[in-house]
């Protein structure tokens, strides 16, 4: 998509596979605050939505939208694996300020799955998890390294080069 080269060992199977169970885990952590399907709310996402599928290069994807009563929480999210999963919280629907802003948001998200970011980081991931352990076994390090070493390989580099078109 933008060119970038970067290390992927995660397959698209699997990859839908985290997003199915990513899928019941955010239902079930939401149970009580997703807003029904009728919601005006839920209604006006999936109408926006509905406007970007034919845009993505998504086929196949199961679209689902779940907006989820939060006002504090100013995020949106799709699942990985190019499930379809679109869940967004009314926290950042007021900041959207109208259709074209959830769009903009939306379409983002929506990017983030097409170049495959969720498995970048999962990938990311086991190799600084190798370096930690064999870091702490060379040097017999114990404590927070291995843990600060991955948390710093994990959230770094996924802090702008993965960010679609906000750049």
Not at 23 to 29: K, R, S
Not at 54 to 65: C, M, R, S, T
Request: aromatic share 6%; net charge neutral; with cysteine.
């Amino acid at each position: 998509m933008t060119g970038r080269r970067r290390f992927n060992c995660v397959s698209a199977q699997r990859e839908l596979e985290m997003g199915r169970q990513s899928y019941q885990e955010v239902l079930n952590e939401n149970r009580g605050r997703i807003l029904p399907e009728y919601h005006p709310l839920t209604m006006q996402v999936n109408r926006v939505l509905q406007r970007l599928i034919p845009q993505a290069p998504i086929e196949g994807a199961d679209w689902k939208v779940h907006v989820i009563k939060d006002d504090n929480m100013l995020n949106a999210f799709v699942l990985p694996g190019l499930s379809g999963k679109v869940f967004v919280y009314t926290g950042i629907l007021p900041i959207c300020k109208d259709e074209d802003g959830l769009a903009a948001v939306l379409g983002h998200e929506i990017a983030h799955v097409v170049a495959h970011h969720p498995a970048e980081r999962m990938s990311n991931s086991f190799i600084t998890l190798g370096a930690a352990f064999l870091v702490s076994m060379l040097f017999d390090i114990s404590g927070q390294l291995p843990s600060l070493l991955m948390n710093l390989a994990y959230s770094l580099p996924n802090s702008r080069t993965q960010e679609v078109g906000l750049t």
